[in-house]
Every structure is written in C-alpha cells, then in structure tokens.
C-alpha cells in the first residue's frame, strides 16, 4: 500500500542563483509551492515525487527585477504560471521532467535524504536537500544584455536548489 507525504512549507524552501554581471550571483527564491511523494516504503527508492511552483511567487528582494522576471522576456507568468516537476524514482539523484516557460525537458538532481524523525506533536516527517542546474535558455528564457566591457548581464546556468520536509499523511 502506497503512504503519501505531504510537503511541509512552514520548514521547506526553493531557491536559485544566477551569474549577473559575470562577477557575482543573485539569488531568489519562490515563496508558494507544493509537491507530494507517494512511496511504498520508507526508503524512498521508488517513489513518486510531483512538485508545482507558482512563478509569481518569485523574490529576490528587488521589486523591479522581481517584475520582469514575471514578465514575457522571462518566465512569462501570465502565460505559464506554474513550474512542475515530475520523477518515479528517488534515490541519491532524482530523474524526471521539468515543465518551465511551456518547455518540458529532463533534470536530474542531486538528493541528500535527511532522515525520517518525529515531531514534538507526533508527526512523521521527513526531510530531503537537493541541487542541480539548468541552462535558462534551454527553456526559452532567452533575454540578456550585452556588457560594454565584454560578456553579458545575466549567466545561462541557474543553480538550484532546495530543503524540503515532508509530513506523512
């Protein structure tokens, strides 16, 4: 029998970070997400893991940027407002689709699972980290500006990267 866990997003975060200006990263994070992971046991390896992110939950502490990121030279959140992420399988990587900009393609991550434990209010819960990248441009997000020193605004590789704990259902 299949045990669901459910994202806890009070201790569960979201983040990435991009190269500006060829000399320094920016980093974000998106403040509204969900995912689940069905399992058949408590090892993980061949759980279901699905994942939605809302894109106008972006932040990176600056209103402007945050606004076109949002907009149709990006992310396009009019158009795409939800990122999703599929996988079958988890184990020290997890393999499955990324959805982003309308373009669906394969990402593999990186996962620490953290352990299971129980809450002071005798929740099972458990908890994962991962990492990875993606190269924007592979997913339409295509705008930069060229430096006048040589070299571009905005780097194509994101990392990104997340902690997230699950409560079991």
Avoid: C, Y
Wanted: aromatic share 10%; hydrophobic share 40%.
């Amino acid at each position: 029998m299949a045990t669901k866990w459910n994202l806890d997003p009070a201790h569960s975060e979201i983040t990435f970070k991009v190269k500006h200006m060829m000399i320094s990263n920016i980093k974000g994070s998106f403040r509204t997400f969900n995912a689940e992971i069905e399992t058949e046991d408590d090892s993980f390896q061949n759980a279901k893991t699905t994942a939605t992110i809302d894109v106008d939950s972006i932040f990176t502490n600056n209103t402007d940027r945050d606004n076109h990121l949002k907009s149709a030279e990006f992310f396009n959140a009019e158009a795409n407002p939800k990122i999703t992420f599929e996988a079958d399988s988890l184990n020290s990587s997890v393999t499955g689709n990324i959805t982003l900009n309308g373009i669906t393609k394969p990402i593999t991550l990186d996962v620490d699972f953290g352990g299971i434990n129980v809450d002071p209010w005798g929740n099972t819960k458990a908890g994962f980290s991962f990492e990875g990248k993606i190269n924007r441009k592979d997913f339409g997000l295509n705008w930069n500006a060229a430096l006048e020193a040589g070299g571009v605004m905005v780097g194509e590789d994101v990392k990104i990267a997340g902690e997230l704990q699950f409560v079991k259902a």
